[in-house]
């Protein structure tokens, strides 16, 4: 008799990546002095031992940050709070076990006085007992602000209905400065189920569900409302979610935070439309 023998081959699972022990979000990464941006930082302790006067730290390279922001403020600290430790800026949560994960939002706003130019934010978990690896985050863009002009975008939406259900959108594009802009396009993209009607300002694109809002020009502090409306008919019912996005403008756009904006109308039939 022959033996016949069955072989088990074992796969072991895929390896998942490790947790850092600080990582950053930043938005946006393009500011101008005076305006604010967000640091999202989050730390973990992946030792075996607690962690004393755990802190996330921030840096900049080759300036340093403090040089270039103030603190506005951070969240879910201890009564500390943030503070200036040399050329960094840090944030304490008190002490961190084994495992533990703490997250802060820096608040901060770029100096009045900051020369145009980049730095790369960097960050640090800190401790009083252990420090951890210093990371490099996104590069931080400080625009010239004699070059630069920040478009915003706004969508508001009011619903009619009736045997012809419609939606009438307004967007309001302002121009927050400190430059003059130009050439200003502004696409707006509306959901299956409704159907172009007309346009102030705006401009249907063939026979998609994509509209272009085009301004000249705008001075700073100005703006503009271009407008257009859609039908849904008698049958329309459920979610309709409208989405605008500045794509172009002159001179550059230092904050993208702002270039978009979504409505959601809901229908119940075409008699009744709300947004």
């Given at each position: ?90 944030a304490a949560f008190g002490d961190l076990e084994a495992g533990g994960t703490k997250t802060t939002v820096w608040t901060l ?167």
């Open positions: 008799m022959i033996a016949l023998a069955t072989a088990f081959i074992a796969i072991a699972p895929a390896a998942q990546a490790d947790t850092p022990t600080s990582s950053v979000e930043v938005s946006p990464t393009t500011v101008l002095p005076g305006q604010t941006f967000t640091v999202t930082q989050t730390i973990h302790n992946d030792r075996d031992f607690t962690v004393t006067f755990a802190k996330g730290a921030i840096y900049g390279s080759p300036t340093p940050i403090t040089d270039v922001v103030d603190v506005v403020s951070c969240t879910n600290t201890t009564a500390v709070g943030c503070f200036q430790a040399g050329s960094s800026y840090r706003r770029v100096k009045d006085t900051a020369a145009p130019g980049q730095f790369t934010l960097q960050h640090q978990f800190v401790g009083d007992n252990y420090s951890f690896d210093t990371f490099d985050g996104p590069v931080i863009t400080i625009a010239n602000p004699a070059t630069n002009a920040d478009v915003k975008v706004a969508l508001a939406a009011t619903g009619h209905g009736g045997l012809n259900a419609r939606i009438d959108y307004t967007l309001t594009v302002a121009n927050n400065g400190p430059s003059a802009a130009s050439g200003i396009r502004v696409v707006a993209t509306y959901p299956a189920g409704l159907s172009f009607a007309s346009g102030a300002g705006c401009v249907r694109v063939g026979t998609t569900r994509t509209v272009n809002c085009d301004i000249a020009s705008l001075a700073s502090g100005a703006s503009a409302t271009p407008k257009f409306s859609v039908n849904g008919g008698l049958l329309a019912i459920g979610s309709y979610t409208t989405t605008a996005v500045r794509t172009a403008s002159s001179p550059s756009d230092p904050n993208s935070a702002n270039d978009s904006a979504s409505k959601t109308c809901s229908a119940l039939t075409g008699l009744i439309v709300t947004c």
